[in-house]
């Protein structure tokens, strides 16, 4: 499975907006709402919320992939922000984050949520490739550029 496999254009925004770390999940919330059946921006927020309790997604390098699972989600849901501002997501090398990949998971789903993980990070790894998502133009561009990243095969 490919990255694009789990995230369709329409999971992409460039311009979401936020001074703070809480008003960032929030907007973020709103806009997946629309994406995953079964699942309120409210709840995505809480449960968000919640994993970001026990310790910070940001991975370093100005990225962040917060994540969660949600028993009412019917299926797997990943997305992708550019944020128009930089904030801090409390990451270990003090940098603040601009890339944000969300993942949300239905409950039972522990490999999935672990190879969806593993994926999006390895993604993240390379330094040019993240050097081009902050400069893509479009989320056509963007859309592009993570369309043959990365893969895993499911057993």
């Known amino acids: 499975m490919k990255l694009s496999d789990l995230l369709p254009i329409e999971n992409i925004s460039i311009n979401i ?5 809480k008003k960032v999940l929030e907007n973020l919330s709103i806009y997946i709402s629309g994406l995953a059946e079964g699942a309120s921006s409210e709840k995505i ?7 970001e309790r ?3 997604t940001a991975i370093g390098d100005g990225i ?12 797997i849901t990943v997305a992708f922000f550019r944020l128009n501002n930089s904030i801090d997501f409390g990451s270990d090398d003090r940098i603040l984050v601009d890339l944000i990949f969300v993942l949300i998971v239905p409950d039972q789903q522990d490999e999935l949520h672990l190879n969806a993980l593993s994926l999006i990070a390895g993604v993240l790894q390379d330094k040019k490739r993240c050097i081009a998502i ?3 133009g479009s989320k056509q561009a963007l859309h592009r550029i993570l369309a043959n990243s990365g893969n895993w095969s499911e057993k």
Do not use: M, V
């Open 134 to 136: 902050r400069e893509a």
């Open 64 to 75: 962040a992939i917060p994540h969660c699972r949600i028993a009412e989600l019917k299926e």
């Open 45 to 51: 927020y809480r449960s968000l919320q919640a994993r």
């Open 54 to 56: 026990l310790g910070t």
């Open 17 to 21: 907006d936020g001074n703070s770390k």
